[in-house]
């Protein structure tokens, strides 16, 4: 199957400050890539969806200001999550998909390694 | 919108014998597709098998398989031959409209 690197797997920063999450497409051409968040010992929960070039369509609920999501080419999308706080502490997960019909990958989406992030 | 419902929070079976997972969903999609993913505790997910909603033949993948009920919207996965290496959770998902939804999963122990 199609590989997704998701970068880096785990981080730890300070309250207030800003971390970025990378997610690769190393053989294939996302054109959407899903940011989810998933707390512990619960289900996978949607933040975002972005297609490349375009604007990230946020779910009810998820601040699009301190979730920045980056979708600038058809293999790199970023999350950055601004002023973290504690309560931002989850895991993160990306996954990623080609537009239907492309190799190998149709409607089915590859995820990421997930990146454990703590705010302390 | 997409609702996809696991009933069953925990489940254990016997190494060497067959469990089935259950899953709902509900969907106002008429072109959808339905997976079951497993996550191991390293927490990468990894897709076990897939249905596409327009197939009646149920899928199967070696020891996996599922029941595929469209007029019900049940779509449970069958696990024969349980091996040690399938402890995990395991979460259904629903795929329409460009959103991959998943289900609340249920944590699968494999007994020795």
């Known amino acids: 199957g199609a590989v997704v690197s998701q970068h880096p797997s785990r981080v730890i920063c300070k309250s207030g400050t800003s971390v970025k999450i990378e997610c690769r497409s190393l053989d294939f051409q996302a054109t959407t890539m899903f940011w989810y968040r998933q707390f512990p010992k619960q289900s996978l929960m949607l933040m975002a969806t972005?297609?490349?070039?375009?604007?990230?369509?946020?779910e009810q609920g998820v601040e699009k200001d301190k979730f920045l999501i980056n979708h600038a080419s058809l293999t790199l999308s970023t999350l950055t999550v601004t002023s973290a706080h504690p309560e931002d502490s989850s895991f993160y997960i990306c996954?990623?998909?080609?537009?239907?019909?492309?190799?190998?990958?149709?409607?089915?989406?590859?995820f990421g390694q997930g990146t454990r992030l703590t705010v302390v | 919108a997409q609702t996809v419902t696991q009933s069953q929070p925990e489940m254990s079976v016997q190494e060497a014998e067959t469990v089935t997972l259950s899953c709902t969903y509900d969907t106002s999609e008429s072109d959808y597709y339905l997976f079951w993913y497993k996550q191991p505790p390293s927490r990468q997910m990894i897709l076990v098998i897939r249905q596409e909603a327009y197939k009646q033949q149920n899928a199967t993948e070696n020891r996996f398989s599922v029941n595929f009920q469209k007029a019900a919207k049940s779509f449970s996965l069958k696990i024969s031959d349980s091996q040690l290496g399938d402890a995990a959770m395991y979460f259904c998902?629903?795929?329409?409209?460009?959103?991959?939804?998943f289900g609340t999963g249920t944590r699968l122990t494999i007994i020795p």
């Open positions: 972005s297609n490349e070039g375009s604007k990230a369509t946020y």
């Open positions: 996954s990623a998909r080609s537009q239907p019909g492309g190799a190998g990958v149709g409607t089915e989406a590859f």
């Open positions: 998902a629903s795929f329409g409209n460009e959103k991959l939804t």
